[in-house]
């Protein structure tokens, strides 16, 4: 399965920004899929999953900022984030789980495919 995040950029704070990402297989439509993000010096974290029955799972800390959503018929996965901070400066990826499986208590739980990743800058 192959990734490809676009959208990223500078972006002032208080400001909104639209991540997409396309996946290249036909079942897309079956895998839970996920945002993360690493920021400067810091491990990659879970910002939002979304499962094939569109039940999504947010970070605590950026709940009410972001959404996560995701096309089917475009086999593409949406991240919004609204009201960005220095802080959400960060490389975002999105990642798949093809198992079929509902999101986690975290995230997807058999995350196998990543994205190369998207720089987002707050300034």
């Known amino acids: 399965v192959q990734l490809v995040e676009s959208g990223g950029g500078s972006v002032e704070a208080g400001g909104s920004l639209t991540l997409p990402c396309t996946a290249s297989r036909s079942t897309y439509n079956t895998y839970c899929m996920g945002w993360f993000r690493q920021r400067p010096g810091e491990a990659r974290e879970v910002v939002a999953a979304?499962?094939?029955?569109?039940?999504?799972l947010y970070a605590d800390s950026l709940k009410g900022r972001v959404t996560i959503s995701r096309d089917n018929s475009e086999k593409s996965l949406y991240l919004q984030m609204n009201n960005m901070e220095a802080d959400d400066t960060a490389i975002y990826y999105c990642?798949?789980?093809?198992?079929?499986?509902?999101?986690?208590?975290?995230?997807?739980?058999?995350?196998?495919?990543w994205g190369q990743g998207t720089q987002v800058t707050v300034s």
């Open positions: 990642a798949a789980d093809a198992s079929g499986r509902p999101v986690g208590s975290v995230t997807c739980p058999h995350i196998l495919y």
């Open positions: 979304i499962d094939n029955t569109g039940t999504t």
